[in-house]
């Protein structure tokens, strides 16, 4: 994998072509803003070669990164977590109910794209949600069988409702006024 970021200047990089191994595969940059590739698989000792052809300052190549999965170990580690997954028992819009057994492990990860809205409870009692690498949602537990329920409010909702409730408080307000002051013109 690579990761192929536009730079920090703003502008876009123009459509740059990428080759792996001279074979022409896309062109970087097309209605995005940065890139991550799956580049292919090689063998172990296996020499790649990746070539972008950018005559542009735009692109910086020194932030380029590039990763590798170890095929045996991901999947050894995705064993080890579907062991210990949440039953989930409820869900609904923004909101996730189950029991794990989390064995003698500590920390839960999730698939859940992590955001200060959600709210983490273990037993009933709220704990700390954090993100992986800025990106999923993950909280620690203590070893053991625990129910586990995730809450999404989205961040400003409280103030919405707040500024709405006092917006109709002051259109009652008003139109209360009104239907006051032309009630006391009549009568006069």
Known sequence: YAYFPKGTGGESPPETPLSINNEYQLDLYINETDCTLYM??????EVVSITIEADTELLKTSDNVFYVLDLPAFSN??????????????WGAGYIKGRIDAGEYRTVFTGITYDKGWRVYVDGKETEGRAFEDGLLYFEIEPGAHEIELRYTAQGKRAGFAISA???A????????????RKRRAAV
């Not at 292919?40 to 000792?45: A, D, F, I, L, R």
């Not at 579907?82 to 409820?90: L, M, N, P, V, W």
């Open 170 to 181: 002051v259109l009652i307000g008003s139109v209360t006024v009104r239907l006051v002051r």
């Open 166 to 168: 006092v917006s109709v």
């Open 40 to 45: 292919g698989t090689y063998e172990k000792g």
């Open 77 to 90: 580690a995705v064993s080890h977590l579907r062991a210990h997954q949440i039953e989930i028992s409820d």
